[in-house]
């Protein structure tokens, strides 16, 4: 893995030779903590399934699910929290943003996200960010009656996170987040911590090159527990007769790290085209590696239309080479509007839509607010 940041050390247009000893030194730090974090077991299809807290891994923005969350170089905003923190610094003022997803249509399961970021100085950012998956209502069943009692329970996954990123030099960022992380229902819970962080390079004329590395959900185990594992049987012993309460443990389960290591570069044509291509890998602890490539257009910064293509590299640990669920194409776009005659201050909505495997897709809807 780490041969594929080779070509960083071949860069040499940095402003100044301090600022490319800094990044590379970062990215270096990066890949060292997540391969120690991993126990060296990055991409293995072994380790499928093996992991819980999946909820982390989806995407609860517009922006970055329309490009297949390949955009881990150029991604700015508030969205960055959940792709490459350092992004955070893309904020130049108050940005809140609101997201809804309907996650794998026809499954009735829905994401609601919520972000504030705000510039606290000349180079940094301070945002937090709150995730929430909403379930639906599910019908109680008992092995006596598996067509249900007649009630009802909702699951409650959210996450809160809080982010800090800071610039150097107009050309390199760094950010780090902390999340919280828990699952209950009405008798057990789960709850972990995790850390992200991630570092942003920008150069040429017009800041055309972009690189970007993150690592992502770097955290403690999560273990549920709860009145939910406790049962209760008659005394072994049989005399005198009563029922113990028996408190059972539940196995521990890591956190779905990766690593995600992305370039873009930028075309601007007569000033107000751009036209972005974008590629990343991504390594998984707990899956298959992927590999993306994607585009990115903007007419004035006011209307944007983009598009993704994501594969899985290599074979399941059964050897085959199926699809996973969101491996394919997705697309989205979105119009900002200027508020007033400050055109940096603007109301933007993004939308888009992800092909699955099976089920009828995922649609993202999110409402940007930038003060």
């Known amino acids: 893995m780490l041969g594929i940041i080779n070509p960083l050390y071949s860069i040499r247009s940095c402003t100044n030779r301090s600022g490319f000893l800094w990044i590379k030194k970062g990215v270096a730090a990066l890949i060292l903590v997540f391969t120690l974090s991993t126990h060296g077991s990055a991409g293995n299809p072994d380790r499928q399934g093996e992991a819980g807290a999946g909820e982390l891994l989806l995407i609860p923005w517009a922006k970055s699910a329309g490009m297949n969350n390949i955009a881990t170089s150029m991604i700015r905003g508030i969205e960055s929290m959940r792709l490459n923190?350092?992004?955070?610094?893309?904020?130049?003022?108050?940005?809140?943003?609101?997201?809804?997803?309907?996650?794998?249509?026809?499954?009735d399961i829905n994401i609601n996200a919520l972000g504030v970021g705000q510039r606290v100085g000349k180079n940094s950012v301070l945002a937090l960010s709150l995730v929430a998956m909403d379930f639906g209502e599910i019908d109680i069943t008992t092995v006596d009656q598996p067509e249900g009692i007649g009630a009802t329970y909702s699951p409650n996954f959210f996450n809160l996170g809080v982010g800090y990123a800071y610039t150097y030099e107009n050309k390199i960022s760094v950010g780090f987040a902390l999340r919280l992380i828990s699952q209950s229902?009405?008798?057990?819970?789960?709850?972990?911590?995790?850390?992200?962080?991630?570092?942003?390079?920008?150069?040429?004329?017009?800041?055309?090159?972009?690189?970007?590395?993150?690592?992502?959900?770097?955290?403690?185990p999560m273990r549920f527990g709860g009145e939910g594992l406790a049962t209760r049987s008659d005394n072994p012993t049989g005399s005198p007769t009563y029922e113990l309460t028996y408190d059972q443990r539940a196995a521990s389960f890591e956190l779905p790290s990766l690593l995600n290591i992305g370039l873009s570069y930028d075309f601007y044509m007569q000033t107000i085209h751009r036209l972005s291509l974008v590629g990343n890998f991504t390594s998984?602890?707990?899956?298959?590696?992927?590999?993306?490539a994607g585009m990115e257009y903007s007419y004035r910064d006011l209307l944007y239309v983009r598009g993704g293509y994501k594969v899985?590299?290599?074979?399941?640990?059964?050897?085959?080479?199926?699809?996973?669920?969101?491996?394919?194409?997705s697309v989205g776009m979105g119009i900002y509007m200027p508020l007033g005659r400050e055109v940096e201050k603007k109301l933007g909505i993004d939308y888009a839509y992800r092909t699955t495997h099976p089920w009828n897709g995922t649609h993202n809807l999110t409402l940007t607010l930038r003060l």
């Open 185 to 220: 229902i009405s008798d057990l819970s789960a709850m972990g911590v995790a850390l992200d962080a991630g570092v942003q390079y920008v150069n040429g004329p017009q800041d055309n090159f972009k690189f970007g590395v993150s690592i992502r959900n770097i955290g403690t």
């Open 284 to 292: 998984h602890s707990f899956s298959r590696d992927e590999v993306g």
């Open 85 to 107: 923190v350092a992004g955070l610094s893309g904020i130049q003022g108050t940005d809140v943003a609101l997201g809804h997803t309907r996650y794998l249509q026809g499954t």
């Open 312 to 329: 899985q590299v290599g074979n399941t640990a059964t050897g085959s080479s199926a699809q996973s669920v969101y491996e394919g194409l």
